[in-house]
């Protein structure tokens, strides 16, 4: 056919990579877009945390932003440190999950583990777990 299209043009150009575990937490059909994206980013570990701004020479302290005087870090940020544990811990209880909070690739272990589809309980908490990513990162900055 002689008719552009964007699809055809996506699928031509773009690179394929291999399924990560975690996509459906992502990209789940009631994702808010931009918590999406930042939750995206740190599973990928692609946030510029102070660790990593630190490392590259563009901060002279690491010191976490919620004073809790350790070291940011992606793992810290999410959600090992006080001022985020007890959000997270807060936004659980909201989805009725009482259970201790753990090291963040625990944290998706049991999401993924939890994942019981399209169901609205799942769907909430994959939601929660976004916009908590997303809106600490918004605090972070």
């Known amino acids: 056919s002689n008719s552009f299209s964007t699809m055809q043009a996506w ?11 975690w996509h459906k937490l992502v990209w789940h ?24 701004l630190l490392a590259i020479g563009v901060l002279h302290t690491a010191s976490c932003v919620f004073n809790c005087g350790k070291v ?7 959600f090992q440190c006080p001022f985020t544990l007890n959000i997270w811990k807060a936004v659980l209880a909201m989805c009725n999950v009482l259970r201790p909070i753990v090291q963040w690739m625990d944290e998706i272990k049991w999401m993924l ?26 605090e972070r900055n």
């Not at 994206?37 to 599973?43: K, P, Q, T, V």
């Not at 940011?72 to 999410?78: A, I, K, N, V």
């Open 113 to 138: 583990d939890h994942d019981r589809g399209h169901k609205f309980p799942t769907l909430v908490r994959k939601l929660g777990f976004a916009a908590s990513v997303y809106h600490l990162w918004l």
């Open 29 to 52: 059909p009631v994702r808010i877009p931009k918590h999406a994206f930042c939750l995206w980013l740190a599973l990928r570990r692609s946030h510029k945390n102070r660790d990593k």
């Open 11 to 21: 699928q031509r150009i773009r690179v394929r990579s291999a399924e990560v575990d």
């Open 72 to 78: 940011e870090s992606l793992e810290h940020l999410f």
